[in-house]
């Protein structure tokens, strides 16, 4: 016969209560506690959901679908104000769902030893909170739920399918496995981990079968035998919603602008897919990542669930070799969990890419989180078996002290992972430096930057009812860099050509050839055009710089504000905080901080800028690895490649290189000559500039390029009838050309 005690195993009144309570104030913890504003590492999505720039890939299309309806609904200022709160109440469940998992799994385990009322009416239900908590004030959730995002949404598919399962095991009727194969298919066209948890249920179930008749749980008889398994109709139930899910997902990447921005086929978006998986399998963790992760978040679980059930089974006391390993997991699981942020020095460090996944990292919590709970309980019980006589029905002293011990030591750990004001601050200032940007900008629709805030700089534009376009002036050469940088131009247009070609080439035209083509556009980077062609600086305010629209009142202005931002920044250097920051945080502000010390460079005011230089450990890296990843880049091209990219970039120094190589092949190359005339054109040494560029007019007679830097070469060496014949001509090719005209006017003014 079934145990009378057993009956207590099925979830009650308090424990759906309790994992409300620590639900709801998780939740209030991470709406009131949490780093205020996006995280840069959200900015990305975010800005495709709210339809500012087009997907890269597939994933997360489900999240996608989500949050593009909030923002086409809402409109992007309310919409990401409501991403906290959204991210906020989602962390919330998945902290419930966390209690209500470990009261399942413990209510299991511990059938397998002596039932006994402390145990089941206090002990169980104390270390599922436990559990919770830890699950609550964990680095990993702490990140992926101040904002809704995608790692969030599949750890709550995945803590939701976990729950169903154990409910069946628990209540039984078939009914209940539909949904969570429907949850598991939904969550396997996200992610291919999630592919693992059918197998996973279906041998736990196998496994475990004869045990849970027996009376595991309440009701068994409501439970089929493995063989009898409605396994045809889950099949296909599964089958069905991963259908539907990669559907929603390529039709919501199309809806967005995914195909067309990436260059793909309609037909070849399904079998990019297997391309999908892999990325996300290689951007969760590199191969160390994935030891150390699998050896501190999931070693231990697997070790305490074989210790667990012959500890509490045992009519001796808890013999001590087992002991010391229940205490070395736990230890380990505790470092998981983000007790010591010194000890995850594979997760959070700002040096490391070790582990990536914010989805993962969230799944090694939850299995430490168990692993805590149940060397907890196991411990628990060895003082209600030997402190606790069968006949008291409360606890003995030992097992009195464990709860307001273990509980001052989880609020602790909460205390402790509450953000602290210096990462608050940082996210302040990026926030408050983003917002003085586009204020600077005045009037313009378009800035040239160097790519490395963008999508927050067009967020903040857009949530303050501003149009602001980033132009990335060192973005690639793929299909999908190309759409970022055309997107603001209308198709056909002489614009959007020239920023196919590349942001350079559209500075070029602007600030050189169209008139008035810099009157809508800011500059924070690129003034080397500007310093070639011997043209005064555009005027420049604290963190952008126009060649017109900007007034001494508002360049003051700018510069007091972009100060007060340095001045915060040499605050947030003295801390010793910086490290509880995110790595993208982190790097943001840095950024920051490089834009700052260029601007004050550019006014003189040189003490500032060394300050913020010598501070900004994360400038020299990203330094070098531009420095690296340009030598790298030109390393892989053929000469004839290398020189086209180096014109297009109007880089002569590194077109000289390359020209040579190919003037060794073919010495009236035209490109070839053209790049080594210009490069001796920039260093003044005329006589050489004009011998290859003349080379360039044997099989390119009518270039107007080449005829107007004659043009400029023969005045300057005083031949001016040729200068204006050269002019000339390069008129009657460019007859629109403000340069060309500016060449001939110029070679008019100075003969005799």
């Given amino acids: 016969m079934r145990d009378a005690t057993i009956i207590r195993d099925k979830l009650t009144v308090r424990d759906f209560a309790l994992a409300t309570a620590v639900g709801l104030a998780s939740f209030a913890a991470f709406l009131l506690l949490s780093v205020p504003g996006l995280d840069p590492s959200q900015w990305g999505e975010v800005a495709v959901a709210a339809r500012l720039r087009p997907p890269q890939a597939i994933f997360p299309g489900l999240w996608r679908a989500l949050t593009w309806g909030l923002f086409s609904t809402c409109g992007i200022p309310i919409a990401v104000k409501a991403l906290a709160v959204i991210g906020a109440a989602v962390g919330g469940m998945c902290v419930s769902l966390s209690y209500l998992i470990m009261r399942y799994a413990l209510a299991f385990l511990t059938r397998f030893g002596e ?117 045809w109709r889950m099949f296909f139930l599964f089958l069905g919603s991963l259908g539907l899910a990669v559907w929603l997902n390529a039709s919501v990447f199309t809806a967005l602008g995914g195909v067309s921005a990436n260059g793909w086929h309609m037909n070849d978006i399904y079998f990019r897919y297997g391309a999908g998986y892999w990325r996300v399998l290689a951007g969760a963790s590199t191969l160390a990542g994935w030891a150390l992760g699998l050896g501190f978040g999931l070693f231990p679980l697997v070790v305490v669930l074989r210790l667990f059930p012959t500890s509490i089974g045992d009519d001796r006391p808890l013999r001590f070799q087992r002991g010391v390993v229940l205490v070395f997991v736990c230890a380990l699981a505790v470092m998981q969990c983000g007790a010591f942020p010194a000890a995850c020095f594979w ?79 940082m996210q302040r200032i990026v926030r408050d430096a983003l917002q003085e940007t586009v204020r600077e900008c005045g009037g313009a629709r378009w800035i040239f930057t160097d790519g490395r805030l963008d ?10 009812g501003r149009e602001l376009w980033a132009l990335n002036m060192m973005s690639g050469a793929s299909r999908w860099d190309q759409a970022v940088r055309v997107r603001s131009f209308p198709a056909g247009s002489a614009d959007r050509d020239n920023a196919e070609i590349g942001v350079p080439m559209l500075m070029r035209v602007w600030a050189g050839e169209k008139p008035g083509g810099m009157d809508e556009a800011a500059i924070q980077l690129g003034f080397e055009f500007w ?64 834009r700052l010390s260029r601007f004050a460079r550019l006014r003189n005011d040189e003490t500032t800028a060394d300050r913020l230089d010598r501070s900004n450990t994360a400038l020299k890296r990203m330094l ?119 060449t001939l006017k110029d070679a008019l003014d100075k003969a005799p």
């Fill in 347 to 425: 997760s959070f460090m700002k040096d490391s890419v070790a582990v990536n996944s914010g989805f993962l990292l969230s799944f090694y919590v939850l299995c430490s989180s168990a692993t805590i709970a149940f060397v907890g309980a196991a411990f628990a019980f060895e003082c209600q078996r030997v402190y606790l006589p069968d006949s008291i029905a409360r606890p003995g002293l030992k097992l009195r002290a464990l709860v307001p011990v273990l509980a001052i030591g989880v609020f602790a750990l909460a205390a402790a992972h509450v953000p602290k004001a210096v990462e608050t601050e």
């Fill in 115 to 231: 039932s006994h009322a402390v145990w089941d009416n206090r002990i169980c239900p104390f270390f599922s909170l436990v559990a919770a908590l830890f699950v609550a004030v964990a680095d990993p959730v702490w990140r992926i739920a101040q904002t809704f995002s995608p790692e969030e949404l599949r750890l709550f598919m995945l803590l939701l399918a976990v729950f169903l399962w154990l409910r069946w095991l628990s209540c039984g009727n078939d009914w209940r496995l539909y949904p969570l194969v429907t949850i598991v298919g939904f969550m396997s066209a996200e992610t291919p981990f999630a592919f693992l948890l059918p197998p996973l249920f279906i041998f736990g179930y196998f496994r475990y079968w004869r045990r849970i008749v027996d009376g595991v749980f309440v009701e068994p008889e409501k439970l089929p035998d493995p063989d009898q398994l409605p396994r």
């Fill in 455 to 464: 999508e927050g700089l067009e967020l903040t534009a857009a949530s303050m």
């Fill in 531 to 594: 310093k070639r062609e011997g043209k005064p600086l555009p005027k420049a305010s604290g963190l952008v710089a126009r060649e017109k629209g900007i007034g001494d009142e508002e360049a003051a202005r700018g510069i007091e504000a972009a100060n007060a931002l340095a001045e915060r920044m040499f605050a947030i250097e003295t801390s010793k905080d910086r490290v509880q920051a995110s790595p993208a945080l982190s790097d943001a502000l840095s950024s920051v901080a490089w």
């Fill in 624 to 742: 070098s690895v531009v420095e690296y990843e340009r030598q790298r880049t030109f390393m892989q091209l053929t000469p004839r490649e290398g020189l086209r990219i180096a014109l297009r970039r109007a880089d002569f120094i590194e077109a000289r290189r390359y020209a040579a190589a190919v003037l060794r092949s073919d010495e009236e190359d035209p490109e070839a000559n053209f790049g080594m005339g210009m490069s001796y054109l920039r260093e003044d040494r005329m006589q050489d500039a004009e011998f290859y560029l003349r080379r360039c007019l044997i099989r390119r007679p009518d270039e107007p390029a080449v005829l107007n830097n004659l043009s400029i070469i023969c005045r300057k060496g005083r031949r001016y009838d040729e200068a204006e014949e050269l002019a000339r001509h390069a008129l009657k090719m460019l007859p629109d050309s403000p340069e060309v005209r500016q």
